[in-house]
């Protein structure tokens, strides 16, 4: 009767371990926008999403300009200037709210990530092409606080 009583313990150790993490956030989209491969306009297109749909924000890359999105069982990068989320009794948009937001940051490798969410995408076997644009990038600007919200 023991060995049952473990085995159900460690699946629902197990299972909680898979369940998100507290700090992804519900995000909604504040018009209708392109998921992108990666965390810049000029990487394929994922999917498109329809303005006001919610989505889970998994983190944001350190300006918080790209948030890593997953939209049912889609998972790419959206500009945060069109994701919005509660905060402080409104709504505000990421791109905005920066850091003051609480979500976590997220580093982009290309190979890791394409690897593990896009090997079924017909863009996936040029992965090398866009390995080379991504590390011939100019370095990211950082966040700045909106100036009508520093005042």
């Known amino acids: 009767m023991l060995k049952p009583l473990k085995l159900l313990l460690a699946l629902?150790?197990?299972g909680s371990s898979c369940s998100p993490a507290a700090a992804?956030?519900?995000?909604?989209?504040t018009s209708s926008v392109n998921v992108r491969a990666g965390p810049e306009k000029n990487f394929p297109t994922v999917t498109w999403l329809l303005s006001g749909t919610r989505v889970t924000v998994v983190g944001c890359v350190a300006n918080w300009r790209w948030c890593d999105v997953i939209a049912g069982r889609d998972r790419g990068w959206v500009y945060s200037r069109f994701?919005?989320?509660?905060?402080?009794?409104?709504?505000?948009?990421?791109l905005n709210g920066g850091p003051n937001l609480g979500l976590p940051q997220?580093?982009?490798?290309l190979g890791e990530y394409w690897d593990t969410h896009?090997?079924?995408?017909?863009?996936?076997?040029?992965k090398a092409y866009w390995q080379?644009?991504?590390?011939r990038r100019p370095p990211p600007r950082e966040w700045r606080e909106p100036v009508s919200a520093a005042r």
């Open 12 to 14: 629902l150790i197990a």
């Open 24 to 29: 992804e956030q519900t995000a909604t989209t």
């Open 83 to 94: 994701l919005s989320i509660p905060f402080n009794g409104s709504v505000v948009t990421i």
């Open 106 to 109: 997220s580093e982009f490798a």
């Open 118 to 126: 896009y090997q079924r995408q017909h863009w996936f076997g040029r």
């Open 132 to 135: 080379k644009r991504w590390d």
